[in-house]
């Protein structure tokens, strides 16, 4: 039996079904990220295991014991949420030490456990200030330290870095992560950022419109996406739309280049119509050469973004012109070029057609 189970949770407000048919096992001490866009469920879906909001239907275990009616201090889960929500009028310790507080523990075992936690989250000299006297990333580690001052079973974050600036996300991402490992705690982390969720979690469960889409690792999430929605969701993705014109080989033609598809032919009728994902990183500028996947291409735009240089490109045979151009470099005449992908990178993964064009991001400058 799991740590934490999750059995056809549901919850409606009034006549709308928010979350439905929720379901999900996490292992003690694994951290399971809840990834999707806005509104579809996460905070809700979290709320409930919290205790905050009340399911409609279904069930949640904790260590074998069901939890589903319980109020929150009766579940020992620790939170934390994407506002700092420190008490204002209280010091850093008297935050950390409140669970403990309120449980009615002896002082020196509070006084104890603060500086415990403290010293956890690297602030041990900040004892004494007020939340106001804090940045903002110190006030999320408080925010940890107070969540897990009482020694939860399970820990809750609800995009607790979305209101943070980029480089001190990161500090704090790979913050979180040690803290976790360290002290092996079940935890579920919500958010809407996928690089966050890629490279924090065991598992990420991606979610949409109050359903599970795909529950799984963050590189089976990445690469073998089950649905046309993790696929686009997770990471940059490019729709084509391809001609299937020999099934049993796997064959695909995109503007009439003919490529070999991923895990061949497998659910492919020759003659269909087929959307092809593919990832950017599978695409390279083509040297001349006789490999396998090339395909000609009009580069439309470029922009340079640091690491990684964007290039939009058109797949065709033909040269074309913009018919309104900007006086810039990316508006200049296009340039053919050939590129390449590795068979195992064009994947179909929907029987209904879409765009044919390309966004290809090619490493360096
Ligand atoms: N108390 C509530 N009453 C009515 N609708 C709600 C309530 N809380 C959340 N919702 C709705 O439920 C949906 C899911 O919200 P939420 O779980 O907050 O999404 P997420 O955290 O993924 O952004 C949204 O459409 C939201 O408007
Ligand atoms: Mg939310």
């Not at 002290?183 to 469960?205: F, K, N």
């Not at 084509?240 to 659910?267: F, K, P, S, W």
């Not at 590795?342 to 179909?348: T, V, W």
Request: aromatic share 6%; proline share 5%; charged share 25%.
């Amino acid at each position: 039996m799991a740590f934490l189970e999750i059995n056809d949770l549901r919850k409606v407000f009034g006549p709308i079904s928010v979350v439905q048919n929720f379901a999900l096992a996490v292992e003690r001490g694994e951290f399971v990220s809840f990834l999707g866009p806005s509104g579809c469920g996460k905070t809700t879906t979290l709320r409930m295991v919290a205790g905050f909001e009340q399911p409609s239907a279904g069930t949640i275990r904790i260590n074998g014991k069901e939890v589903t009616g319980l109020r929150p201090n009766q579940r020992n889960v620790g939170m934390v949420f994407q506002s700092y929500a420190l008490f204002p009028n209280m010091t850093v310790a008297e935050n950390v030490g409140f669970g403990l507080k309120v449980a009615k523990r002896p002082a020196s075992e509070i006084s104890g456990r603060v500086e415990e936690m403290l010293r956890l989250i690297k602030l041990p000299t900040l004892a004494e200030r007020y939340p106001y006297q804090l940045s903002g990333g110190q006030q999320q580690r408080v925010a940890l330290a107070r969540a897990l001052a009482i020694k939860p079973q399970v820990l809750l974050l609800d995009e607790p870095l979305s209101a943070l600036d980029a480089k001190i996300r990161v500090a704090l991402r790979e913050e979180i992560k040690t803290v976790q490992r360290a002290l092996g705690i079940t935890t579920i982390y919500v958010t809407h950022d996928q690089e966050e969720a890629l490279s924090m979690s065991d598992r990420i469960v991606v979610m949409n419109e109050g359903r599970v889409e795909q529950i799984g690792t963050p590189f089976e999430t990445y690469n073998y996406p089950k649905t046309r929605f993790v696929a686009s969701f997770v990471g940059t993705l490019n729709i084509l739309r391809a001609r299937v014109t020999d099934a049993a080989r796997g064959l695909i033609t995109i503007d009439g280049q003919e490529i070999v598809a991923r895990r061949g032919g497998a659910g492919m009728a020759t003659g269909e119509i087929r959307s092809v994902a593919l990832r950017p990183e599978a695409v390279s500028l083509a040297d001349a050469g006789g490999e396998r996947n090339r395909m000609q291409g009009t580069i439309e735009d470029v922009s340079f973004l640091g690491s990684v240089m964007r290039i939009r490109v058109r797949f065709s045979t033909k040269s074309r012109r913009r018919s309104r151009g900007r006086k810039s470099p990316s508006a200049s005449p296009t340039r053919m070029c050939s590129f390449s992908m590795a068979p195992s990178q064009a994947d179909p993964v929907a029987p209904r057609p879409h765009c044919g064009r390309g966004c290809l991001a090619q490493r360096g400058g």
